[in-house]
């Protein structure tokens, strides 16, 4: 007998999508909620109301915030609602694409922190979309370089932990970021 596949459980594999796809008739923390709600196995509503305001939190919503909705928020708070959502759950696994893609540049280093402290807090396997080059250096472990749809260069990240401005700004980050750049474009660009 074949035993058939092993799904994953509830809650194991989180996305975020470019857009947020919040519900526009929840409230923020109502948005978090969302994923608990509908687990089999959802605990007391005081302690899952707890964990989406500690996740929502911990993504630097303002708690006056919490229950405004997403109309009520601009782009980058819908994100960090988004980002806070998939979080919640705990998730084994995180897909992300191109979430920081519509946000401005000082936002998406923002955020890219923001979801590197929570990493080191609770580490989890991500794979993240990006066609930025330093989003995919300062978050990444791994880049791979993709083009017609087929990976054309894997690079192991050399940058230093715990990534924050000072690598950013560091020769190796340039050296790095150049690599994977000439992948993509050619030496001679």
Excluded at 46 to 71: F, Q
Excluded at 116 to 137: Q, Y
Aim: proline share 7%; charged share 25%; aromatic share 6%.
């Amino acid at each position: 007998m074949i035993n058939p596949p092993a799904q994953a459980k509830l809650g194991e594999v989180a996305f975020v999508f470019q857009q947020p796809t919040l519900l526009p008739w929840r409230s923020a923390i109502d948005n978090v909620l969302l994923p608990l709600q509908l687990r089999p196995d959802s605990s007391c509503a005081d302690d899952t109301k707890s964990r989406a305001k500690n996740e929502l939190l911990a993504m630097e919503l303002r708690e006056d915030s919490l229950l405004l909705y997403p109309r009520q928020l601009s782009g980058g708070m819908r994100m960090r609602v988004s980002l806070a959502r998939a979080l919640v759950t705990r998730p084994s696994v995180l897909l992300l694409d191109e979430p920081f893609a519509a946000l401005d540049d000082m936002l998406r280093v923002t955020l890219g922190e923001l979801l590197l402290r929570r990493w080191a807090e609770r580490p989890f396997t991500t794979v993240l979309v990006t066609h930025n080059i330093g989003e995919a250096a300062m978050l990444s472990h791994q880049v791979l370089v993709m083009q017609t749809g087929k990976v054309i260069k894997r690079f192991d990240n050399p940058l230093p932990w715990p990534r924050d401005e000072i690598v950013r700004t560091s020769p190796e980050f340039g050296v790095f970021y150049r690599a994977v750049s000439d992948s993509l474009y050619g030496e001679k660009h």
